[in-house]
């Protein structure tokens, strides 16, 4: 087995052992044990959030209990039980319907966002649709999210990321790319976090 194989391997045993129902659990940690976006009591809004690793992570470990999440997602969450704090939306995240609840239940003082295209295979439509959805977070980013607030979100390499870097960049006082040592090797995929939100 290679090296790359066996980690993943691992991350995946390590998830089902500790509860999880995905490996990408992994990635969130490490970009919260780097840069501490979220902290108990706050409200977080979980885009493409199925099947919930991320979202049962920020219960227990980074809100612990306390606080809310917004969890949206074309899927529906495979929690059982549903963690309290959590209200799970079934849907497209941009479509009117759910960015009206969205609002209704914000503003958040974190948005993350692991939202990823149903894959072609063909580099450059896929990093094209992850582009878009991006850019779709960010622009929920601009309006849901409290000054001071803190924003993750998913791009694929390869496509319009230093675009997306330079649009958050007028909207946060810091932004780091990052890719989390939980994403496979041949993964083209990226994380940018944006960090304190500007005054608007
Ligand atoms: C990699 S998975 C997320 C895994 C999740 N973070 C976890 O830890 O369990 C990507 C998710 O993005 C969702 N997604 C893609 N486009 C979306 C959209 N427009 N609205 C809501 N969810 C979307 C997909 O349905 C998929 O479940």
Redesign the pocket.
């Known amino acids: 087995m290679g090296k790359n194989r066996e980690q993943a391997d691992h991350y995946t045993k390590k998830a089902k052992k500790e509860g999880?129902?995905?490996?990408?659990?992994y990635?969130?940690e490490e970009i919260q044990q780097k840069f501490h976006m979220i902290k108990p009591g706050d409200k977080v809004l979980?885009?493409?959030?199925?099947?919930?690793?991320?979202?049962?992570?920020t219960h227990r470990k980074l809100i612990k209990g306390t606080g809310s999440i917004v969890s949206?997602?074309?899927?529906p969450?495979?929690l059982n039980p549903l963690p309290p704090t959590v209200t799970p939306l079934i849907?497209?995240?941009?479509?009117e319907e759910?960015l009206k609840v969205m609002t209704e239940l914000g503003p958040y003082d974190c948005i993350?966002?692991?939202?990823?295209?149903?894959t072609t295979g063909i580099r450059s439509v896929d990093t094209m649709k992850s582009q878009g959805?991006a850019e779709?977070v960010v622009y929920v980013a601009q309006s849901q999210l409290k000054t001071h607030g803190n924003l993750v979100i998913?791009i694929f390499q390869g496509g319009g990321e230093q675009e997306v870097i330079k649009n958050m960049r007028t909207i946060f006082a810091k932004v780091k790319p990052l890719k989390p040592k939980a994403c496979r090797n041949e993964s083209f995929e990226l994380f940018l976090v944006g960090l304190d939100k500007l005054e608007s």
Do not use: M, Q
């Open positions: 999880y129902p995905a490996r990408s659990v990635k969130l979980d885009i493409g959030a199925a099947p919930g690793s991320w979202t049962l992570y949206v997602d074309l899927k969450l495979e849907g497209d995240a941009f479509s759910n993350i966002s692991d939202a990823a295209p149903a959805l779709s998913k």
